[in-house]
């Protein structure tokens, strides 16, 4: 069975350490940052980088990390590996839908533009886990550096269509400001009440608020509910009988912006 373990990097920033009871080989979801990952490999050997998309706060520990091992296979999406060469290191490049065995699981590679335009979601479909980068956060999703509000919509709808109890690993831990959010936009969700106070207790504890699940989100991420008759009525500033029809990718393109400054 895979473990995975967060590593928190920088202030706020996971990578994601996956391992198996029975294997000295180990592998990490974006690396973010080289002295908390090899302090997390408890001298493993760490084989394989799957890279969620180039900004510096995710692929920050390629450069150490290889010098550590040149032999460190490094995945990132495949235009990125031909043309854009913005990831350190990297060896592999991934189309939408490509598959690979990891620790003995399969990923399937998910190109989710939108936050970066060769963002990749990593899914295990068989141990019902999902990597998403700055594509989808615990009630959030991330900015739009270089996609449109269409293109990351379509990316969100297609990770909210996997199976609900698929498990949720994202690049940041911004869920209580997120939640925060969301309860303003559905006040009377009971849903989102309750996800945030578990939230808040648990980072009294100092403890992650990850990972969430695909049903969790669909029920309190706002970017997942562009649809939604309450989420509507909030960002046209009216009750629901009065708000005027706009279609949910406008929804969510007037959300994302609120979000920015909230
Ligand atoms: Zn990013």
């Avoid at 391992?19 to 997390?40: H, K, T, Y």
């Avoid at 490509?98 to 190109?111: F, K, S, T, Y």
Wanted: overall charge negative; charged content about 20%; hydrophobic content about 40%.
């Amino acid at each position: 069975m895979l473990t995975v373990t967060p590593v928190p990097c920088y202030s706020d920033n996971y990578a994601y350490l996956l391992s198996r009871a029975d294997c000295e080989e180990v592998v990490v979801v974006d690396g973010c940052e080289s002295e908390p990952i090899l302090a997390a490999i408890h001298g493993r050997r760490l084989t394989t980088i799957l890279a969620t998309h180039h900004h510096p706060d995710h692929i920050g520990g390629h450069e150490h990390l290889l010098a550590n091992d040149p032999s460190l296979r490094i995945f990132g999406h495949a235009e990125e590996h031909a043309q854009l060469r913005r990831i350190p290191g990297q060896t592999h490049g991934l189309s939408d839908g490509d598959e690979l065995q990891i620790l003995g699981e399969r990923v399937i590679a998910l190109h989710v533009p939108g936050h970066t335009l060769t963002a990749v979601a990593y899914y295990f479909p068989d141990a019902g886990l999902l990597f998403t980068g700055d594509t989808l956060f615990g009630a959030g999703c991330g900015r739009l550096f270089e996609g449109t509000p269409p293109q990351m919509f379509a990316s969100l709808q297609r990770l909210a269509a996997l199976p609900q109890q698929t498990l949720v690993y994202s690049g940041h831990e911004y869920l209580t400001k997120n939640i925060a959010f969301a309860r303003h936009i559905e006040p009377q969700n009971t849903a989102i009440a309750d996800r945030q106070k578990r939230c808040l207790d648990t980072r009294a504890r100092g403890e992650p608020c990850e990972p969430s699940t695909i049903g969790l989100e669909r029920a309190t991420n706002p970017f997942l509910r562009s649809a939604e008759p309450s989420v509507q009525a909030a960002v046209a500033g009216r009750p629901p009988e009065l708000a005027v029809a706009l279609s949910a990718v406008e929804v969510f393109a007037r959300l994302r912006r609120w979000r920015s400054s909230f």
